[in-house]
């Protein structure tokens, strides 16, 4: 059974970073395409970014955060982080991690992933 376990949410001020990690408890990572969502009270779940598996490697943003997010993996440590900077307020929501076990290349909406963990919350006052 795979498990995600999300950590490094917290409570930050508007224009700060976090780093948020998703532990994977897998035997590699490699073949996972792995995503990022957040979902706020009252709306629905929100794709962030994704990135694909080590042997078709790239990534993909919401245009939102493009340019403010980043997603990368270590193989290592059979973990994803995903760095949020200059947050706004209105991103305040609990962030999960996702893995598809296909391995897509164009995974985005939240039925293309498998697994997912419990989530973690951010929330960012301004």
């Known amino acids: 059974q795979v498990q995600l376990v999300e950590s490094g949410g917290g409570l930050v001020q508007a224009g700060d970073s976090l780093k948020l990690s998703c532990a994977v408890t897998?035997?590699?990572?490699?073949?996972?395409?792995m995503g990022w969502f957040r979902q706020a009270p009252g709306k629905e779940r929100e794709f962030l970014a994704r990135i694909n598996t080590w042997y078709n490697r790239g990534t993909y943003y919401k245009d939102s955060v493009k340019g403010r997010f980043v997603i990368f993996r270590d193989i290592v440590k059979n973990t994803v982080y995903l760095v949020l900077s200059d947050l706004k307020p209105e991103e305040t929501a609990v962030y999960y991690c996702?893995?598809?076990?296909?391995?897509?290349?164009?995974?985005?909406?939240?039925?293309?992933?498998?697994?997912w963990g419990q989530g973690t919350q951010v929330t960012v006052s301004s």
């Open positions: 996702a893995a598809d076990e296909h391995g897509g290349n164009y995974s985005q909406k939240a039925g293309d992933f498998d697994y």
């Open positions: 897998v035997r590699t990572l490699n073949t996972y395409t």
